[in-house]
């Protein structure tokens, strides 16, 4: 008579998921972690391929802000304090209601001086910003 030994395929016959199962939860929480970061809220508006249409209008001023070295601002070619850079847009908007304005800050500038610029455009809902990234 042939003996068999039934224990030993016993446990073939059972396949153990708890490592896969574990390894699905901790992709799972993974991508819960990452997902909201890869949201992206800030709303632009790009532009089309398309020319814009030609219109006999004269082209919009733009104003220049510039920030120096030294943290000193400059409304067109003039030098402003911020609480006066605040006032003197206050009027221009005042005056044109779609104002432009392009920024630039040198490349020493402390952060906190741009900020402060920045912050005077955005309280004062001026939208048509531009960022200069190399001397004209």
Same mark, same amino acid.
């Given at each position: ?11 073939? &016959?059972?396949?153990? $998921? ?7 939860? *901790? /992709?799972? *929480?993974?991508? @819960? $972690?990452?997902?909201?970061? %890869? %949201? &992206? ?20 001023? $733009? ?12 409304? &067109?070619?003039? %030098?402003?304090?911020?609480?006066? /850079?605040?006032?003197? /847009? ?14 630039? +800050? ?8 741009? @900020?402060?610029?920045?912050? *005077? ?8 910003? +531009? /960022? ?5």
């Amino acid at each position: 008579m042939k003996k068999t030994s039934q224990s030993h395929h016993s446990t073939l &016959n059972e396949l153990n $998921i708890t490592p896969l199962l574990d390894l699905v939860f *901790v /992709l799972l *929480v993974i991508f @819960i $972690i990452t997902t909201p970061q %890869m %949201m &992206n809220n800030l709303e632009m508006t790009l532009p089309s391929g398309k020319p814009p249409p030609k219109t006999d209008q004269p082209k919009p001023k $733009i104003n220049h802000i510039v920030v120096d070295a030294t943290g000193k601002t400059f409304l &067109n070619d003039k %030098m402003v304090t911020v609480p006066e /850079l605040r006032k003197e /847009l206050q009027d221009l908007k005042a005056r044109t209601p779609d104002l432009s304005v392009v920024v630039k +800050g040198s490349d020493d500038v402390e952060y906190q001086n741009m @900020i402060n610029v920045l912050d *005077v455009l955005q309280q004062l809902d001026i939208t048509k910003i +531009g /960022l200069a990234t190399a001397s004209e």
